[in-house]
């Protein structure tokens, strides 16, 4: 008697909280909360201190700057400062700061000693948070800022070093995006787990290597966002967030394995969302004329070459750089290995950019040749060398490991014996910046838009330090730095570009990087997302994205709940 | 007739006899013979170069397929070698790690194991808690230490394997030292007078050999997989190696796109390698040491 009493007690609970469930379900103050799967957590949540995507992709929601992309596009509008303009003598552009825009979590309004503060922690070593983070890319980018001066409550001037053409566009990157210095003082050193900005989405919690939770701002300058939560969730393997999409657990997913782009397009409940992407992958060929610079100046220390560990004494001679451009079978890596879901590239930078060379044709895919011009070169029999390939996909080689065999395969065509080696990412990273490698693979998405953020980070003189490098080609060419050095003083848009061009040929005519490919950009979503705008720098914005109500979903819980019941009720009749 | 039942049998003929009785064992043995045939003669028996890359034929069925090449019976890869001679080439990795691996163990464990159990007393209680040191870490996880210790690569795979199953195998031959060290036989050598390499060589380890043989069996099935698990996280074979664990790592993202084949028969074979092995090393074990029956630990 008792238990038939408690059986009846327990169906009433559950039918009564049922009805709560699916009454909530319908209600209109319905939360919405979109799920994104990213391939890796965030590393630090400081938008100045980060280098990473999936760091930089949270942050993009959470903070803004001075300007921001135009949609999807590197052009650049107003943000916080409402407008700006530039000196005659193009050293100092002052802004006008937008009024009444708060801060998360209460912090109040923004002022010019908030953006003062933004900027001056990451170059100004006496400001007290100076040697809390590394601001790497300040280093990369924004060296040619001298200071940035507080001219009122609302206005704020930024004074350079030199003229720099590229710096409006580097100002609507995440690195110089407006931090609360009142957070700051409160947070200290832990800014970077409790950011503080202005965007549509506030910071709520950071599960280390799970998720990541954001929530809609109500104070938020423009309309809040469609989206009450925004969740990004860690699940690293390819197959495993594809197969999460599918099932409808996160809204939509990044990096998608080219593989997978069939899947996706044949189903009805999914959407690709595709773009030509901003980047490039290549190989570079270690010719080892790196130089040392202790003082960290950017100049050499002093006029002498030294010794690159990995630098390959055939790679000295262009006939065999050369060689290896045309032996290799770029089309065939395309069209099999990224599943067509790039371009072959021929120079440095992907031709979404100005200054982009169409005259060049490239190294066409000829094994003749190449054998030809390495025994030219004095190597009738070729040689081995050792082909570095990182461990971990990236948007510019999805496939790195399958992409070094297939080059294996084609140099070994022409004679050349290649070893394939490969280490820890990390570990990876730092021995190519230290010149150990012979050949490596590797490759780079653009930040901003601008050319100089491909040419000058990749392939310069300048960049060619040891143990820092950005050129792990290690070649020294004068030339192409001084063009780059003087597009950077030319603020008008197609005297930069044509001499960004002449600049692509000279890289290409050296050769000491084979370029690959310019890998296109892929995210999938569930069909009921819209909004949503691709941007070129693979950077992820998800305010203007809405999801559509599912029908469904009341249904679904009534037959869990239903289950529920029904095994309670036997579980409790069979005692 | 009669002369035949006198007849005395030695003793791998009386091992033989129980062993070909089995026909689990015996199915094992066969299957072995039958990988490592084929792995030993793959130059004769691979229908393919498994270095041929040709990226247009990527990821082709075999033959329950039309869309199948003629010739790749098995179809082909991400990078459209065929898979089948990839397997008989990935086979002579895989199965030369965990031979070398194991030689290594059984080197090393026999030298700790009779140095333990034969000498005893200081020699013993160092050894032992060295093994007892390395024993605290899950096999794997100590594979794995060791072989990112001392960097990637298929040697490295090896001493990192052979330095993990070292331990299991010094304890075996202690155990066996131990109990053949107390019977009268060296106890009758000691009185006439032998010396110790004699009645080490002479009659301790010929005697332990039972156990031993019966555990090399069953650890060389453990120590092929954990060279194929190294190999799939990345720590051991290096591409371009048709290393079965590697190939399995690397086309196992082909799963869900449709190309089943790729990661499927590298598993397989993996999979009936241990089985043979351990088929064969259970009936080893009945045949050579019923005293083991119903599973000693490793």
């Given at each position: 008697m008792k238990t038939k009493l408690k059986a009846i007690a327990a169906v009433l609970v559950l039918v009564t909280l049922l009805a709560g469930c699916v009454g909530q379900e319908k209600a209109p103050e319905t939360k919405t909360i979109f799920i994104f799967g990213s391939s890796g957590d965030a590393v630090r949540l400081d938008p100045a201190d980060v280098t990473d995507g999936e760091s930089i992709q949270r942050m993009d929601n959470i903070h803004e700057g001075l300007v921001e992309y135009d949609g999807g596009t590197t052009n650049i509008r107003a943000c916080l400062a409402t407008d700006w303009n530039v000196s005659d003598d193009k050293k100092t552009i002052t802004f006008n700061l937008r009024k009444g825009v708060q801060f998360h979590h209460g912090f109040g309004e923004v002022t010019a000693?908030?953006?003062?503060f933004s900027f001056a922690r990451q170059y100004d070593s006496s400001n007290w948070y100076y040697d809390k983070g590394e601001w790497a890319y300040w280093g990369y980018m924004y060296t040619d800022i001298e200071s940035v001066e507080k001219l009122d409550t609302y206005k704020v001037a930024i004074h350079m070093r030199q003229p720099n053409a590229s710096i409006m566009t580097s100002l609507a990157m995440f690195t110089v995006c407006i931090v609360s210095e009142k957070a700051a003082q409160q947070y200290g050193e832990d800014y970077?787990?409790?950011?503080?900005?202005?965007?549509?989405?506030?910071?709520?919690?950071?599960?280390?290597?799970?998720?990541?939770?954001?929530?809609?701002f109500e104070d938020y300058w423009r309309d809040p966002p469609q989206i009450d939560e925004l969740v990004f969730k860690v699940i690293p393997d390819p197959s495993a967030r594809l197969m999460a999409l599918q099932a409808g657990e996160v809204h939509g997913i990044e990096h998608v394995d080219p593989k997978q782009l069939d899947i996706i397009k044949n189903d009805p409940k999914l959407q690709l969302i595709s773009q030509a992407g901003m980047n490039v992958g290549y190989i570079a060929l270690n010719c080892g004329e790196g130089y040392v610079d202790a003082n960290e100046n950017g100049k050499w220390d002093s006029g002498e070459e030294v010794d690159v560990t990995g630098a390959f004494e055939p790679f000295n001679d262009v006939r065999v750089r050369q060689a290896i451009a045309h032996a290799i079978d770029k089309d065939a890596i395309v069209r099999n290995l990224y599943q067509g879901a790039a371009t072959a590239a021929n120079q440095g930078m992907p031709p979404v950019l100005f200054g982009y060379n169409n005259a060049i044709t490239g190294y066409e895919y000829n094994p003749q040749k190449a054998r030809d011009l390495l025994t030219a070169a004095g190597y009738p029999d070729g040689f081995e060398v050792v082909l570095w390939h990182m461990p971990v996909s990236r948007p510019y080689f999805p496939v790195p490991t399958e992409i070094a065999e297939a080059i294996q395969a084609d140099l070994a065509e022409v004679g050349i014996t290649v070893e394939l080696f490969t280490e820890d990412w990390g570990t990876y990273l730092q021995d190519t910046e230290a010149g150990?490698?012979?050949?490596?693979?590797?490759?780079?998405?653009?930040?901003?838009?601008?050319?100089?953020?491909?040419?000058?980070?990749?392939?310069?003189?300048?960049?060619?330090?040891?143990?820092?490098?950005?050129?792990?080609?290690?070649?020294?060419?004068?030339?192409?730095?001084?063009?780059l050095n003087r597009a950077l003083l030319t603020y008008d848009q197609d005297e930069r570009g044509a001499l960004y061009e002449q600049a692509n040929k000279l890289l290409?005519?050296?050769?000491?990087?084979?370029?690959?490919?310019?890998?296109?950009?892929?995210?999938?979503?569930?069909?009921?997302?819209?909004?949503?705008?691709?941007?070129?720098?693979?950077?992820?914005?998800?305010?203007?994205?809405?999801?559509?109500?599912?029908?469904?979903?009341?249904?679904?819980?009534?037959?869990?709940?239903?289950l529920l019941v029904g095994g309670i009720v036997l579980r409790i009749k069979r005692k | 007739?009669?002369?035949?039942?006198?007849?005395?049998?030695?003793?791998?003929?009386?091992?033989?006899?129980?062993?070909?009785?089995?026909?689990?064992?015996?199915?094992?043995?066969?299957?072995?013979?039958?990988?490592?045939?084929?792995?030993?003669g793959a130059p004769l028996f691979a229908p393919h170069d498994p270095h041929d890359v040709d990226?247009?034929?990527?990821?082709?069925?075999?033959?329950?397929?039309?869309?199948?090449?003629?010739?790749?019976?098995?179809?082909?890869?991400?990078?459209?070698?065929?898979?089948?001679?990839?397997?008989?080439?990935?086979g002579r990795v895989t199965l030369s790690v965990g031979f070398v691996a194991l030689g290594f163990a059984v080197g090393m464990g026999i030298l700790m194991g009779i140095s333990a159990g034969y000498f005893g007393g200081a020699v013993d209680n160092v050894v032992m808690r060295i093994v007892d040191i390395l024993f605290a870490y899950p096999a794997l996880l100590l594979a794995l230490v060791v072989a990112g210790t001392l960097g990637r690569g298929i040697d490295k795979a090896m001493l990192a394997i052979g330095i993990v199953y070292t331990p299991q195998m010094a304890r075996v031959v202690r155990g066996a030292v131990l109990s053949i060290k107390e019977t009268e036989y060296i106890e009758a050598e000691h009185a006439i007078g032998s010396s110790t390499w004699r009645i080490i060589f002479k009659h301790v380890l010929p005697n332990s050999l039972a156990p031993i043989?019966?555990?090399s069996t069953l650890m060389l099935a453990t120590a092929i997989l954990d060279a194929a698990a190294l190999g799939f996280l990345g720590v051991g074979a290096q591409a371009p190696s048709p290393e079965w664990g590697l190939a399995l790592s690397l086309s196992r993202k082909y799963l869900v796109t449709g190309a089943w084949w790729a990661a499927t028969f590298p598993g397989i074979a993996i999979l009936l390698s241990v089985i043979s092995l351990n088929l064969l090393g259970d009936g080893l074990r009945d045949a050579l040491d019923p005293r083991l029956k119903g599973g000693a630990k490793l």
């Open positions: 000693d908030d953006v003062v970077f787990k409790n950011p503080v900005g202005t965007g549509p989405f506030e910071f709520v919690e950071w599960v280390k290597d799970d998720h990541i939770t954001l929530r809609a150990k490698h012979a050949m490596a693979m590797l490759g780079w998405t653009g930040d901003n838009g601008d050319p100089d953020n491909f040419l000058n980070v990749l392939y310069s003189q300048d960049k060619a330090t040891v143990g820092s490098a950005g050129n792990i080609g290690f070649k020294k060419n004068p030339e192409f730095q001084d063009l290409v005519d050296q050769c000491s990087h084979v370029f690959i490919a310019h890998a296109d950009q892929n995210l999938a979503f569930l069909s009921t997302v819209h909004g949503y705008v691709i941007h070129p720098t693979s950077r992820k914005f998800f305010y203007p994205v809405w999801v559509e109500e599912e029908g469904g979903a009341g249904l679904g819980t009534l037959f869990v709940a239903l | 007739m009669a002369e035949e039942e006198i007849k005395r049998r030695t003793r791998i003929q009386d091992v033989t006899r129980q062993m070909r009785k089995n026909k689990s064992a015996m199915f094992g043995l066969g299957l072995l013979f039958i990988i490592v045939t084929l792995s030993v990226l247009d034929r990527q990821l082709k069925p075999g033959f329950w397929s039309d869309d199948g090449l003629p010739g790749f019976y098995l179809g082909t890869d991400a990078l459209g070698r065929d898979l089948l001679s990839r397997l008989f080439y990935g043989i019966v555990y």
